[in-house]
């Protein structure tokens, strides 16, 4: 169970990411054009906010299963080591902020009533979240 967990997190991970950063570039470029806020545009949101959710949620089921998640952490030592430490407290903890921001921007942009404004509450809130995300993704273990 554990080694299809790392999989899917890892492979979700291209496709969250790729959502976040097109509908950040769509919205942006939505908003600089003066485009009235669609459906579509809405739905295109909605999508990279459910895929960064279902990632969190497999990040957090994978971090209580994992040997190297939350029992590094209660294991002792990790805040010392600086791979343990990213792996067991800033990679998680970051990454639930980041979609806490990218929730407020999406459901920020259901509540306003003018198109530039729900554009730029959705590209500059999910542009913050990413850059979140893509700080604390460990890149040795990802790529390598």
Do not use: C
């Not at 959502?19 to 769509?26: D, E, G, K, S």
């Not at 459906?39 to 209580?64: N, P």
């Not at 806490?100 to 921007?105: L, M, N, P």
């Amino acid at each position: 169970m554990y080694i299809g967990l790392k999989h899917l997190h890892s492979g979700l991970a291209y496709l969250a990411l790729a959502a976040l950063l097109i509908v950040m570039i769509y919205a942006l470029v939505g908003a600089l054009g003066k485009r009235e806020f669609s459906e579509k545009d809405r739905k295109f949101a909605m999508i990279a906010f459910i895929l960064s959710h279902l990632q969190l949620l497999i990040g957090l089921i994978l971090y209580f299963v994992s040997p190297i998640g939350f029992s590094l952490l209660t294991g002792g030592g990790a805040m010392g080591d600086k791979v343990a430490r990213l792996t067991a407290l800033e990679h998680p903890v970051i990454n639930i902020i980041a979609i806490a921001v990218i929730s407020v921007g999406y459901i920020r942009a259901k509540k306003l009533t003018e198109s530039t404004a729900k554009f730029r509450s959705i590209y500059m809130m999910y542009g913050i979240g990413l850059v979140l995300i893509l700080s604390r993704i460990p890149w040795q273990s990802w790529l390598g």
